[in-house]
């Protein structure tokens, strides 16, 4: 029995894998008459009087949304509300098992973005965070930037969950391969939704340059190939924004021509799109980020075999694995713990910083944490939180 099969017949043992579980006592009566009428009464008037007590009184205090049109979910496209209602339950239970988060999905039955962003703002009452999730680019941009003035925190964790645990990699990678963050020229292969917010950390866009070391030199590709500014090809109003801050010699053609004498690939794409001798005219001791699911851009043994230094991809059956399951319980503890309106650039940055020196002895097998490592979202939530209060 494969992994797939194994699956099915879980999910179809547990029929949904969270539950709603009460913590209030229910016995008798009085018990009643404190949990619901009439008691409940009370607290429903202090609410009233001092909205700011809903966190005191209610699940607001430690619930998000996983909020899904079912448009880009895994690699599996855009397979609609009800087929995505299962990643969405994963992740429901990620939260639970690493930071204590109450989560529940919210898989909406419409790819409309003003519905979308119409509906996350009239549930955002019962919940104390939103996590945008598997919404495909580039509406999944004007999404997330129109929610971020509803005054609880508001994040797309493909975009920053995968930015976050990639500069985490990178951090120690640096380190390893004896090279600075400020001298490196990276290839991000991929300009949707996490390519995107990848460049955008890597280059510190929106932190406070103080806290932050942005890399050398970025190029970032899309299936044309290299992204410049004042490209006409298979652009976007996001690509062209992006183009204003990447490719400064504005370096055209494939990516087997941007990739030449870069330092740092990092792939949010597709299977096959890296190849050994790419690899072989890249800078000495290569990085390799094969992030594409379920099949990397290249597989590690023949990354290695071109001579790469080191080898991290999204699959658990690799070392390395770069997984936004170290990210996004974190980020989101830190964020209601601290009572954020916003998730920043500058508390991102700390998550990752977090992350990466989580990993006490890093190595070329490991230059970041176990994605089940309970220890990590405690930290990253420290971090994130002590960003934020320091940005008051």
Known sequence: MDIYEESLKMHEKVRGKIAIAPKAKLENTHDLSLAYTPGVAEVSRRI??????????????????VVSDGSAVLGLGNIGAEAAIPVMEGKAVLFKELAGIDAFP?????????????????????????NLEDISAPRCFDIEARLQDIGIPVMHDDQHGTAVVTLAGLINASKLAGKNIGDLKVVVNGAG???IAITKLLLCIGADKNICKSVHELIICDRKGAIYDGRIDNMNKHKEEIAKYTNPKKISGPLSEAIK????????????ALHEEDIKNMADKPIIFAMANPTPEIMPDDAKNAGAFIVATGRSDFENQVNNS???????????????????????????????YCVVEPSTKKIVPG????????????????????EQ
Do not use: W
């Open 48 to 65: 009233k009087e001092q909205p700011g007590d809903v966190y005191k009184y209610t699940i607001k205090h430690n619930s998000v949304a």
């Open 193 to 195: 939704s996490a390519g």
């Open 261 to 272: 004498g870069a330092d740092v690939f990092i792939g949010v794409s597709a299977q096959g």
């Open 326 to 356: 170290l990210g996004f319980p974190g980020i989101f503890r830190g964020a209601l713990d601290s009572r954020a309106k916003k998730i920043t650039t500058n508390m991102k940055i700390a998550a990752a910083h977090a992350i990466a």
């Open 371 to 390: 994605a089940l490592d309970k220890n990590v979202a405690e930290k990253v939530a420290l971090a994130v939180g002590k960003a934020y209060k320091e």
């Open 106 to 130: 919210i898989c909406v039955k419409t790819q409309d973005a003003d519905e979308i962003v119409n509906l996350v703002k009239n549930i955002a009452p019962v919940f104390g965070g939103i």
